[in-house]
């Protein structure tokens, strides 16, 4: 496959291996998208079998699949998120979360929506518990597992599509919410604000400083929600994450006056903390210690 693909697929996880798999599947399924897109799967340090699910997969697809990963120190979803861009020379990203799912035409959709300065901020229903014990291969195959979200969660996400609609014909200068486990984004507007800023560790609020620096930026967030969504696996609640989002650890960051366009630690490292010299690229090693596979088509 000599040529770079149009699309990346990063792919978020930390130790839940059997949701991975699960999500993985779901990629190798997708239709209308041959040679087109790679997937890159961005870890956070997992010590559990997470690397072999990876390897596995990359050795049953015709596709591109890369693994990149970094020392667990704390829930940093932002450097897992910008280690996948540093991997990738894909002029379009999609964000996704290992523990989603999503429908074969997920990624077709996602390039069907693609619009210059635009910003595609998508949603998932979300599974329960029982539900997601459920989901197999066999079900994911089938697609039975649509069937096993709750009415009230089905109510749910339409309602969100309807809302969203209406803060784009208004204006909204916050919403859509851009939720990071299901969005698109062009590479020069990610890069335009220097990516995730990687001072967030922790549950939550990466997402929403990613957001309010893409507007600033003159970036517009619009939902996809009427092409496509996905649809969340149930799992135990991350420790990090607070009873009340305003009592998280992140918050107090989030609403700092002082938040440049373009954030100091993201894809590139524009300031050292531990000097006044002149600033400097970012390390490039974190992407290149990761490993590379994929079976010829």
């Not at 050292?272 to 390390?283: I, L, Q, T, V, Y």
């Amino acid at each position: 496959m000599p040529n770079e693909p149009e699309l990346a697929v990063i792919v978020t996880t930390y130790e839940r291996p059997a949701h991975l798999e699960r999500c993985l599947h779901c990629l190798s399924l997708q239709q209308g998208v041959d040679g087109r897109f790679e997937v890159i799967v961005a870890d956070d340090g997992s010590k559990d079998r997470t690397e072999q699910v990876v390897r596995n997969f990359a050795r049953s697809v015709n596709f591109k699949v890369k693994w990149v990963s970094h020392p667990h120190l704390g829930f940093r979803a932002a450097m897992c998120r910008n280690d996948g861009v540093r991997a990738t020379r894909a002029p379009y990203f999609l964000f996704a979360d290992g523990d989603c799912l999503v429908l074969p035409d997920h990624l077709r959709q996602h390039l069907r929506a693609r619009r210059p300065g635009i910003v595609r901020a998508g949603d998932c229903l979300r599974l329960d518990r029982e539900a997601t014990d459920r989901v197999d291969r066999k079900a994911i195959d089938s697609g039975d597992y649509r069937q096993w979200v709750a009415r009230a969660e089905r109510f749910r996400l339409l309602t969100q599509q309807i809302k969203n609609r209406y803060h784009e014909l208004v204006g909204h200068v916050k919403k859509p919410k851009l939720i990071s486990n299901d969005f698109g984004i062009w590479r020069e507007d990610f890069e335009a604000i220097n990516g995730f800023d990687e001072s967030f560790v922790g549950w939550g609020c990466e997402d929403d400083d990613l957001a309010y620096r893409l507007r600033r930026a003159g970036r517009r967030i619009l939902s996809v929600l009427a092409y496509t969504h996905g649809y969340h696996m149930w799992h135990p609640t991350v420790p990090s994450r607070p009873a009340e989002w305003k009592l998280g650890s992140n918050v107090n960051r989030l609403l700092s006056p002082v938040r440049p366009i373009q954030c100091e630690q993201g894809l590139a490292l524009l300031h050292d903390p531990h000097d006044n010299g002149p600033h400097r690229p970012a390390e490039s090693s974190r992407a290149a210690r990761g490993i590379e596979s994929h079976r010829a088509a």
